[in-house]
């Protein structure tokens, strides 16, 4: 009675085990360079570096090949132009009612004919286009954010991958 009386709450009870409700926590650390770190990058090397790498992957990509080559660096193009880690998506299965896993995920994809088929008719064309667009928004102040964007969707207009 006496800490009622100063303001301060008491401690409450510990429940039991069986009437406790399992508590998951999934602690990401900060993935990449900052905020002020990826900006420099782009203004001194991102610029001139994804714009070569744009280039060269639409070329490869061109020739049966090296296509593989072609694609790792599509899928690559936020990285280079930003410094932007890739995105993981993550899973929580609970395994008993103590237990929970959590697991880094692939997303699901459409089917690889599919892709293919986009792929040969509107991809290898239009991601060309798309990336043009996207790294002469770059250049702007302005449309920088939609240039990012474009850049960050680059695997799905050329292939309809999901990140």
Known sequence: MAMEE???PQPEPAQPAASRQPQVVVQVGQQGPG????ALWFVFVGWWLGQLAVLSAWFL???????PLGMY??????QIFTLR???????VQQVNPDVA????VE???RDFWVRTVYFVLVGWWFSLIWLEVAWLAGLTLILLPLSFWMFSMSAAVT?????
């Not at 660096?73 to 936020?78: A, F, T, V």
């Not at 292939?159 to 990140?163: D, G, I, K, S």
Request: aromatic share 2%; proline share 8%.
């Open 85 to 91: 880690p890739s995105s993981v998506q993550w899973q």
């Open 61 to 67: 990509n061109l020739l049966i090949l090296t296509l």
């Open 73 to 78: 660096i599509l899928n690559r193009l936020p």
């Open 35 to 38: 905020c002020l770190v990826r």
């Open 107 to 109: 997303v699901p994809q």
């Open 159 to 163: 292939t309809l991958r999901r990140t």
């Open 101 to 104: 896993v959590v697991s880094a």
């Open 6 to 8: 100063q303001g301060q």
